[in-house]
């Protein structure tokens, strides 16, 4: 019996910065926020078929909201058509976002290597910005996203 071939993507998702969060409570990245939007855009740009295709092994195996790093998986055949279906989106919820593709491997463990890596320099990154404001309750989180990462299977 022959596996599914699958096709794993480590994507980053940029906030527009001209949002005005102030006045509505901050957009949190979720798996489900992202699973919406990217089926949305597949349906709206590919039809009801391509959905139907698409969602067989399409899942957001991991997404963190500290450093709003996601991994997406897509079957071998329709991971292109999931890519292009991400460029396309432009917002989840009512938050304007871009999506940045990191790294595409056709491995769990690959993509698990390229996200702990990528993952851990961002958070750096944001501890080094957020200074002495940076609460031990935030790094305990990122600790528990970054033990999330490292349990990863198909």
Known sequence: MVGFKNRYMVMEVFLDPNK???VD???I???FNLTKAIKDVILTNFGECALASSTNSFQVKYVNPITK?????ASREEYQRVWAAITMV???GSCPVVFNLLDLSGSIRACRAAALKCDEFKFQQYQSLAGARLTPEVQ???QSYLDKIKVLEH
Not at 69 to 73: G, H, T, V, W
């Open 140 to 142: 305990q989180q990122m």
């Open 20 to 22: 005005d969060t102030g």
């Open 69 to 73: 790093l996601c991994i997406i998986r």
């Open 29 to 31: 990245i979720t798996q």
């Open 25 to 27: 409570e901050p957009i």
């Open 90 to 92: 432009r917002s989840v």
